[in-house]
């Protein structure tokens, strides 16, 4: 497995423990920045780590930013994209099992380290449960991403 990963300023403090993570799991990854405190855009960062996803480069995409909140609203925006905003495990292994997502956005203001090393470990570990109604509710939301809206 290869994640892309990605933070803003908000998110930089947590960066380190997640990459510590990844290390540790034996998990390659693909950062994407922030590597400062300097105040910047969380969609710089956003779109190259769901663009990584989308184009085969990553399996999936974790972000950070201050509260996960516009991280996971950029990363939405991406086609090909089934971005969760979680700040707990029972959310992280829902989201996976039964929307089959790719990318994980946390709030750095909102959870600890510790918590968000259990976030990542569950959202990475869980397979998605291809139960006949989450793959007609995935497939719909993949209609809805390819409809033409004026």
Excluded: W
Excluded at 9 to 31: A, R, S, T
Excluded at 134 to 149: A, L, M, S, T
Aim: proline share 2%; with cysteine.
């Amino acid at each position: 497995m290869k994640v892309a990963i990605g933070c803003d300023h908000g998110g930089i403090n947590l960066k380190p423990v997640l990459i510590d993570y990844l290390n540790k799991k034996g998990i390659e990854f693909i950062d994407f920045g922030t590597f400062e405190k300097t105040s910047v855009d969380y969609n710089d960062y956003a779109e190259p780590v769901c663009q990584a996803v989308v184009s085969g480069k990553a399996d999936k995409g974790i972000l950070i930013c201050g509260t996960g909140i516009g991280m996971s609203i950029v990363a939405n925006k991406i086609k090909g994209i089934r971005c969760a905003h979680c700040h707990d495990v029972f959310s992280a292994k829902a989201t996976r099992e039964h929307n089959d997502t790719n990318v994980l956005a946390m709030g750095e203001r909102v959870i600890g380290p510790g918590l968000m090393v259990e976030i990542v470990d569950t959202f990475l570990n869980t397979d998605f449960s291809f139960d006949e109604r989450h793959i007609r509710r995935v497939q719909k939301i993949k209609d809805i991403e390819n409809k033409n809206f004026k």
